[in-house]
């Protein structure tokens, strides 16, 4: 039995809870009264993007921590045909670019609130996950 919450516990820390759906993190956010970290990404193209994933996204430190405070939602913005994202998905995700991502960089980090205020906007620098956890607090 302890066995089997170890290995479940172990498997969830290593495994990254991203939300793709807006209305869905807003949800989250409202009822468990945490920040969303918006993450505008190319999955299958942006090299820092999939730095960013490998060194922060899916560290277990960053995990237990954002698993606490924050809601992830990943919006991606894939170029090969094989990743293809659904209309509807595409859409919301080239909206919410429009409205918080005008730069068009990537990845690029913003931080709101339920109220879908922003609070900040994080640079992706290489940064230990200790530094990173430390801009979105």
Known sequence: MILTILISALFNLSTTNFITDYN??????????????????????????????ASILDSAEFQEYAGKELVLLYLDFPAKKKNKLSDELKKQNENLAGKYNQSGLFPHLVLINKKEEVIKTIDFKDQSVDAFISECR
């Open 24 to 53: 869905e993190a807003l949800k989250i956010a409202e009822k468990e009264n945490k920040q969303i970290l918006m993450i505008f990404a190319g999955s299958d193209w942006c090299r820092p993007c999939k730095r960013f994933k």
